[in-house]
């Protein structure tokens, strides 16, 4: 299983963004992707996810109403898009896969089985 995710750079406080994940190597439609981000400093946390068998996602209360996450079956790509941006919103963001679901919520890293490489999203003025 391979993740790749692009789309990061700088924006100003208030514009947007839209990562996305490109997801190859897996056969199973019972997964999930999330999308997690780091800050200088702070530990890993979880930003969004979306369970693919039961299209259900979840967000984190600080990107709540801010943050969409989408899927692309056909393209196997995860979509992040994120507006209205703020500078605490600064880190570097990586996409995992699970093979699985889970009941409860999926939003540590150890939920997680696969990572794509971070890609940067620097909010400044």
């Known amino acids: 299983v391979q993740l790749q995710a692009y789309g990061g750079g700088l924006v100003q406080p208030g514009g947007s963004l839209r990562l996305a994940c490109a997801a190859s190597?897996?056969?199973?439609?019972?997964?999930?992707i999330g999308w997690f981000r780091q800050a200088p400093g702070k530990e890993r946390e979880g930003v969004a996810y979306?369970?693919?068998?039961?299209?259900?996602?979840n967000y984190a209360d600080s990107v709540k109403g801010r943050f969409t996450i989408s899927k692309d079956n056909n393209k196997s790509a995860v979509y992040l898009q994120m507006n209205s941006l703020k500078f605490e919103d600064t880190a570097v963001y990586y996409c995992?896969?699970?093979?699985?679901?889970?009941?409860?919520?999926?939003?540590?890293?150890?939920?997680?089985?696969?990572w794509g490489q971070g890609t940067l999203v620097t909010v400044s003025s």
């Open positions: 979306v369970i693919n068998s039961h299209d259900i996602t």
């Open positions: 190597g897996f056969t199973s439609d019972d997964y999930t």
């Open positions: 995992a896969l699970a093979e699985r679901h889970l009941a409860g919520p999926m939003t540590r890293s150890s939920d997680y089985d696969y």
